[in-house]
């Protein structure tokens, strides 16, 4: 690591775990070309401690653990600051403080929906192709495995739903393009004109359960969507439908859900979230045969908290050469 008496560009985070987990020896060797990094990784209590070594730093590179500095604080240690590449997704707990100083902000918040996109994409041809109920029935009998498989349609003139076309439900519609699949959508927001372009067909709930044989959940998250997801809708699901939830397990009656699978054995719920996560022990959905629970595997992997440097790369160009950005808070 190099460290310069004054830098225009420093890396910062009372993290230093996760700036090295996020800004790869590649990333860093471009953003000592392309932005005068220093590579010496920097916490608050040394910036605070050394105002002099970052009194000339006109950029910030952080990711998770990003300082909360005031706006008093900002002033006094980053008097030529222009902005903060931000390499992870949220930037409430941070940001105000700098927008206030008209520094500007940059997050990677999409390139964090691109993994979620990737893993629903490819559970959705999974689910049409009966993946689930055929290599659990497998274990217990080929036969009834080749049956059950022979049930599903695969992926050619089929139905499936997305339920919300936020950055990630709008990102799945587009993987899914290739494919020869028809594709509802329930997005109250979500323009006619925007819908059209896309290439789906809006509906309603119950219609969008009823129709469809993989039905994916990417609702945001807040009051308005808590339980929205009941009996009423589960009990139109087809008999051996999937449910794929990536969203949030609170937008999810489970109660609800249990008894659709009970009722129709065929039909799979691939859960990649619960309320409250992880399921508590006595929860019925451990014990389902048809219901399968994951970890979030569907956000980021080891090496894919890479996209969000890349990301900033990309903003830091673009910002340079005065491009339109994407990533601007």
Known sequence: MCMNKTAKSILLSNSFEKLASVYSAEVLEKLESTAELDTTFRNKAMILADKASVADTEYIFSTWGMPV????????????????????????????????????????????????????????????????????????????????????????????????????????????????????????????????????????????????????????????????????????MRPNAVFLNTGRGAQVVEADLVRALREKPLRSAILDVTDPEPAPAASPLWGLPNAFLFPHVAGYAAKEVYLFADKMIEELDNYLAGRELDGRV
């Open 69 to 236: 500095f005031d706006e008093a604080e900002i002033a006094a240690c980053f008097p030529k600051l222009k902005a903060v590449f931000y390499a992870a997704g949220s930037v409430q707990e941070f940001a105000r403080p700098f927008l206030n100083a008209h520094i500007k902000v940059f997050s990677a918040w999409a390139a964090n929906a691109v993994p979620v996109a990737e893993y629903t994409a490819a559970q959705i041809v999974l689910g049409m192709k009966g993946f689930f109920a055929a290599s659990r029935l497998c274990k217990h009998s080929y036969k009834d495995a080749k049956a059950c498989f022979t049930a599903y349609p695969g992926v050619y003139d089929e139905t499936v739903s997305i339920i919300g076309a936020g950055m990630i439900g709008k990102m799945v519609i587009e993987k899914l393009k290739d494919l020869h699949l028809n594709v509802l959508v329930f997005d109250p927001f979500l323009p006619d004109e925007k819908a059209k372009e896309l290439g789906v067909v809006k509906c309603a709930l119950p219609e969008l359960f009823e129709k469809s044989f993989v039905i994916s959940n990417h609702l945001a998250n807040n009051a308005q969507t808590k339980g929205m997801l009941d009996y009423r809708l589960f009990d139109r």
